[in-house]
């Protein structure tokens, strides 16, 4: 008996990345969330050892090794770590001088006001 698909019951692409909802596409074809719409997947490797390449097909992402053929995204992310590509993690980990300050710094550059001063009320 065929019952067929509900409102709602279409499949919902995760990004590989975080796990939230995909809804934009990447540099390199593969759906991600908008926080890491700018970040790139990592070299991925097959069993043989070879790089795999990234293709998109009719079906959705997919990886091509040379040696073994196509393989589905699930496959090559159960094999391998996923990682974003290093100039990307070094972008976000880089901080300004002003994000090492000491709570007494932070806090000589905020105006104090106390409930005595005439600007409390105003």
Not at 31 to 49: E, I, K, W, Y
């Amino acid at each position: 008996m065929h019952i067929p698909k509900q409102y709602g019951e279409s499949k919902a692409e995760t990004c590989i990345f975080c796990g939230k909802a995909a809804t934009l596409v990447n540099a390199q074809g593969i759906s991600v969330c908008p926080n890491d719409s700018s970040a790139q997947l990592d070299t991925m490797r097959c069993v043989c050892g070879d790089a795999l390449e990234i293709k998109d097909g009719k079906y959705g992402t997919f990886f091509l090794c040379l040696n073994c053929g196509p393989q589905s995204m699930a496959k090559v992310l159960s094999i391998n770590t996923v990682r974003k590509a290093q100039d990307q993690v070094g972008d976000t980990s880089k901080k300004n001088a002003s994000d090492y300050k000491t709570r007494s710094e932070k806090e000589r550059t905020q105006p104090m006001v106390r409930s005595d001063d005439p600007r409390y009320f105003d």
